[in-house]
């Protein structure tokens, strides 16, 4: 059964042709187009829902206070970050988080999307002498964003 996000995908057509849920794309607005289309195109295969994208000032500010976060002009304050996980979410699952980490690189980097994962901040990954995450000192699994501008 395939389809993507709280169960919006039942019907034959969205089947076939999966997408992303309502709930996700609400949560997309704001967020860089060039996300949104990788995003898009991840969803053909891989079931994701959307956690969070654009965030207010006043939420990052909270996130900061509450050592959440640590950084006050983060990237989803720019609409250039998205947080995302394989759907449905299994917290425990690391390795299925993992998958959809290199799975999200790999389409980003067919469509020309310079994407960096919190899963591999170095993008080591994707050097061909270190192809490795087991650097990565502080895993946010679930967050990608554009490099960049
Ligand atoms: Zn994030």
Known sequence: MHGCDDGSCKNGLEVLMPKLGKRSKEKLKGVDSRLVLVLERVCKHFD???????????????????????TKFGKHVQGKAVD?????????????????????????SQM????????????????????????????????????GK
Do not use: C, M
């Not at 969070?52 to 900061?64: F, I, K, M, P, T």
């Not at 591999?120 to 270190?130: A, I, R």
């Open 84 to 108: 995302i996980a394989p759907y449905p979410i299994d917290w425990n699952a690391r390795d299925d988080f993992h998958y959809l980490g290199g799975f999200v690189l790999g389409v980003a």
């Open 112 to 147: 020309g999307v310079d994407i960096r994962w919190g899963g591999d901040w170095s993008s080591s990954s994707l050097k061909q002498e270190q192809r490795t995450t087991k650097d990565n000192n502080f895993d946010d699994l679930v967050h990608f964003e554009i490099k």
């Open 48 to 70: 994701i829902t959307v956690i969070e994208g654009l965030r207010s000032q006043e939420r990052q500010n909270e996130l900061v206070d509450q050592g959440k976060s640590k």
